[in-house]
T-cell receptor, first 112, second 113 residues
Framework: EAGVTQFPSHSVIEKGQTVTLRCDPI?????LYWYRRVMGKEIKFLLH????????ESGMPNNRFLAERTGGTYSTLKVQPAELEDSGVYFC??????????FGPGTRLTVL | AQSVSQHNHHVILSEAASLELGCNYS??????LFWYVQYPGQHLQLLLK????DPLVKGIKGFEAEFIKSKFSFNLRKPSVQWSDTAEYFC???????????WGAGTKLIIKP
């Protein structure tokens, strides 16, 4: 069984540019989550999809962040325009129900 | 607001030493509790979880954790650590019907060979 995959693994962009992160969950997992870890801080929840619907987006920092999950399969997280404080590692996870969340390797985003 | 506190940010031990990593949470209702680990260069992976039942739960690689409801604690233990346990350990909780995980700050564990 393939695990959660994320692309790209690293992204370096300049302030004001746009970046799109992609997450492919484990096949059959309806629940998909995005988390972020800013350097030196704890991992923070961003949002939770159930299939294609946003179940909880209470952790999204502001309207520069847009997450989509068209068709209930893979998800994208777009940051536009990126700011310096957006730098960090973005994790995606998936689960079948409210049990173990399986994590991808993360995307390390650096905004210069 | 819910929060999770991990007592130590860095722990250094010698091989064969015993390990206990503290985790406390703040939430008055029903919680699900998790310990995740991230080995160098690898994904976050689940060590163990508690949903209900026996408060002493056993996980992979010889780890165990005890849920003490009265203390709002879920401490992680291992009787004898190995060099391969060098990693960052995270305590996390979710509460009720809310699936989002609330995380502690993580503990970096270094085992000296």
């Amino acid at each position: 069984e393939a695990g959660v995959t994320q692309f790209p693994s690293h992204s370096v962009i300049e302030k004001g540019q746009t970046v799109t992160l992609r997450c492919d969950p484990i096949s059959g997992h309806d629940n998909l989550y995005w988390y972020r870890r800013v350097m030196g801080k704890e991992i923070k929840f961003l949002l939770h999809f159930v299939k294609e619907s946003k179940q909880d987006e209470s952790g999204m920092p502001n309207n520069r962040f847009l997450a989509e999950r068209t068709g209930g399969t893979y998800s994208t997280l777009k940051v536009q325009p990126a700011e310096l404080e957006d730098s960090g590692v973005y994790f995606c996870a998936s689960s079948q129900w409210n049990n173990e969340q399986f994590f991808g390797p993360g995307t390390r985003l650096t905004v210069l | 607001a819910q929060s999770v506190s991990q007592h130590n940010h860095h722990v250094i031990l010698s091989e064969a030493a015993s390990l206990e990593l503290g985790c406390n949470y703040s939430y008055g209702g029903t919680v699900n509790l998790f310990w995740y680990v991230q080995y160098p260069g690898q994904h976050l992976q689940l060590l163990l979880k508690y949903f209900s039942g026996d408060p002493l739960v056993k996980g992979i690689k010889g780890f165990e954790a005890e849920f003490i409801k009265s203390k709002f604690s879920f401490n992680l233990r291992k009787p004898s650590v190995q060099w391969s346990d060098t990693a960052e350990y995270f305590c996390a909780v979710n509460a009720g019907s809310n699936y989002q995980l609330i995380w502690g700050a993580g503990t970096k564990l270094i085992i000296k060979p």
